[in-house]
Each structure stands twice: as C-alpha cells, then as structure tokens.
C-alpha cells in the first residue's frame, strides 16, 4: 500500500510565485507605513510651527455646551469627551433603528413586487422609483419642514385615545416608569425572542426530515408572549406608565423624540428600503422557476413556498448588496447635522469650532465611522457565511 504523498513545501525564494508574493505585500506594507508616518509628521510640524495645538487633552475639558436630545444625562459642565459620546450614541441609535425599519420595510416591498394583486405590484413600484430617486437630503429637509410648518402646535395636537400625540415639539407616547420590574421583564421578552429563534430553527430541521410543516407564527408569538409574562411577574408586576398630556404650550410627561430625530429616521429608512426593495427583488428572480414549480406540485401555498424555498435560496443573493446598503445608511446619517439632529459629525464640530482641534475632531468622525462600518460589514459577512451553500 502506498503511503500518500505529501504536499510540497513553499520554496521562499524569488523564484518562486509564493515567495514573490510576501515579498511585494511586505513592500506595500513598508511604503503604506512610511507614508502615514510622513503625513503625520509633516502635519504635526505644520501645526508647530504656525503655534496650533495639538493632541487630545481637550477631551478633558468642560464642553460648556448644551445638546438637545440624550440618550443618556449630559450637563454642559461635563467634558468634550462625555459630549462626543453621546452623538455617537445618537449616531448608532439612528443607525440600529433605521437598519430594523430598513429591513422590514424592504422586504416587504420586494416581496410586494411579486403579488398577484396587480394594486399591491403597482405601489412596491411606484414607492421604489419614487424614493430612490429623489437625493435623501432633499428628503430629509422636506420630512423636517413637514414637522416644524406642517403639523399643529403642542397645544393642537394630533392624538390617538389621549395616548399618542403628533405635534411641532415631536411625536410623544406613553412609556413605563423606569425600575427594576421593567428590566426584568425586558430581559424576559429578550428570552423570549431567543427561545423563538430556537424553536424555529427546531421546526425547520424537523421539517426537512419528516416533511411535516409546523405553523410557525403562533407558537413564536406564544413562546415570546410567554416570557415577556413570566418576566413581568418576576419583576413584580410593576404597572406604572408615564402617560403623556397636552398643555397650552408642550406635552408634559411621557417619552418623545424630536422632530429631528423623525425627520432622520424617516428619511434613511424610505430612502435606503427602496434599495432593499430591489435587492430583494433581484434575490428573488435568481432562484429558478423549477424551484417554484416543484414547490407547487408539493402542495405547498405561495406563502410557504415564499418563506420556505425561494427566500432561503435567495438569501445567499441578497446579503452582500444588502451589506452594502447598511453601510450606505450608517454613512448617511451623517447627513443628519443639515437639520439639527445631534449626532457625533454635529456635536464634533461645535467642538472643533469651540477647542481648534480640527485634526483630532476629523480623526474621531473618521474613526466611528471605520468601526460602525466594520461591525457591520464582520456581522454580515458572519451572517453570510452560515447563509452558504455547505459543500459535502
């Protein structure tokens, strides 16, 4: 019996295809480190010699600013530093949200592309072409105006039941008193989503061995309703929400978001979601019309082949253009300072202009940007990579 051969070894030489390879990569590597340190350097001398500043120190100074919208407490007497970071929070709670609502939205919209309803096909349509071609900082400015001229003033409210107010000052809804049952019962329905995605995951295997489909909407609806109960008793069975009321001049308790806030979500998400729409869309045209057709000659409805064949094949379509469709949203926010928004560009600016740190103040833009990208672009790429065709 012949014993198996043994791959042979790289010869590292300049001969050698491999050995020329490292040698140019190392090249490239020596040349890239050489020029960001000659612009670094040639910048910080610049700077000397013209008597700028340099360096961040000034994060730790006193802000003496104040920011419209937190997600956490900020005083102006805190430091540049505490300042930056909560536009960043308002940057990623823009871009979390909006990614959601993108999703959602587009989905829906190129699955409506395949409707029998010839209404529903004609409003996917018409809703793509419209919102993809206008630019989104003309939408954004137009959501804004709707908010600040259009809707009524706090006293004029537009309400639902005396619970949800629509007015200039933002839209405002009930929500619970902060406490410790409501974080239990918090971490309850996120159980509860987990335990869903399990069971799912369960009844999908299951599916594919006996053929035996479950339904799963309603024991996912159980599974997280049950938690999220379980969790509430946990808590204590805390009852106290902070409702909103409307008085002659604002609306007093309740939470709220502004009408920057809105006019930016509002405006990435139509935006970016007439993108997804089309993506999807492509995603779904790519799967063969064998795979609808055996699908139907299986008995299975339109919705289930939808959610049970052509979707999970088109998956593996759809996800690298739909990363790139996350970034272009997460990049975009930064359009948000056009109407007063709070994020980290805004705030970092009022800070440039207040300290001179124009490098330091660029750099830190930069490098949220770089990191929000590259989670992202890691997550999808995670993603994509369990969406893969396995190979035996």
Not at 7 to 22: D, E, H, I, N
Not at 23 to 46: D, H, K, M, P, R
Not at 176 to 192: E, F, I, K, N, R
């Amino acid at each position: 019996m012949n014993s198996p051969t043994k791959p042979p070894r790289p010869q590292w030489s300049w001969r050698s295809r491999a050995g020329r390879g490292v040698i140019y990569q190392a090249i490239a590597l020596v040349l890239i480190g050489l020029s960001v340190w000659f612009l670094a350097f040639n910048t910080q001398e610049n700077m000397r010699i013209r008597g700028i500043q340099s360096g961040f120190d000034f994060l730790g100074a006193s802000a003496g600013f104040d920011i419209g919208e937190t997600i956490i407490d900020y005083d102006p007497s805190e430091t540049y530093g505490k300042a930056i970071w909560v536009g960043v929070l308002n940057t990623l709670q823009v871009a979390v949200i909006g990614i959601i609502l993108t999703t959602i939205l587009g989905v829906l919209l190129g699955v409506g592309r395949f409707s029998r309803n010839g209404l529903v096909r004609g409003i996917c349509y018409g809703y793509v072409e419209l919102f993809r071609n206008v630019p989104i900082l003309l939408q954004m400015l137009m959501w804004y105006l709707f908010f600040v001229e259009v809707l009524p003033a706090p006293g004029d409210a537009w309400n639902v039941a005396d619970l949800f107010y629509l007015s200039k000052d933002g839209f405002s809804f009930p929500r619970p008193t902060q406490g410790t049952g409501y974080m239990v019962m918090l971490a309850g329905l996120v159980a509860g989503v987990a335990l869903s995605w399990v069971w799912r995951r369960w009844a999908l295997k299951e599916f594919e061995k006996t053929g035996q489909l479950r339904n799963p909407g309603w024991p996912t609806l159980g599974i997280i309703a049950g938690c999220t109960f379980l969790g509430w008793l946990a808590g204590g069975m805390p009852t106290e929400w902070s409702i909103p009321e409307a008085g002659r001049f604002m609306i007093e308790g309740g939470g709220s978001v502004s009408p920057e806030f809105m006019a930016v979500l509002i405006s990435l998400t139509f935006y970016t979601a007439s993108f997804v729409a089309e993506v999807v869309r492509g995603g779904i045209q790519s799967v063969s019309l064998g795979q609808k057709e055996a699908s139907a000659a299986l008995g299975l409805a339109p919705r289930q082949t939808m959610n049970l064949v052509v979707l999970p094949q088109a998956m593996r379509v759809i996800i690298p253009p739909l990363t790139n469709q996350y970034l272009n949203l997460t990049k975009n926010s930064s359009l948000a300072v056009a109407v007063g928004y709070p994020d980290v560009v805004s705030i970092s600016y009022t800070t440039l202009n207040q300290s001179g740190r124009a490098v330091e103040c660029i750099a830190i833009i930069m490098l949220v940007y770089l990191t929000t990208s590259l989670s992202t672009s890691l997550f999808m790429n995670w993603y994509n990579d369990r969406m893969a065709i396995k190979e035996r």
